[in-house]
């Protein structure tokens, strides 16, 4: 996650990651379905997402058994971009599969 620096108001061209705003966000967006921790394959509903930043997708979803040919099929790199896009519309970067929830 990245803010952009500056308490003006004025974005800024130089963005830095906050680690705290990062992890206040994953706890409140994320934590319910996904784990990031070192070591764990997850939930039932979500993968472990510790070190997902800059592995294909579905990598990790099939390295603890799950189904990954819904985001094998994107061809994506896990970028901060990549991810920001997902976040802010899933449906569209990765299109739903047939029998996909």
Partial sequence: VTTSGGGSG???SSSVADPRRGSLIFKKFCAQCHTAK???RGTVRGPNLFGVMGTQSGTLV???GGSPQRLESAFLVWTDKAMLDFLMAPKELIPPLNGDR
């Fill in 62 to 64: 099939k390295s603890w």
């Fill in 10 to 12: 004025r974005s800024s």
């Fill in 38 to 40: 070192t070591e764990g």
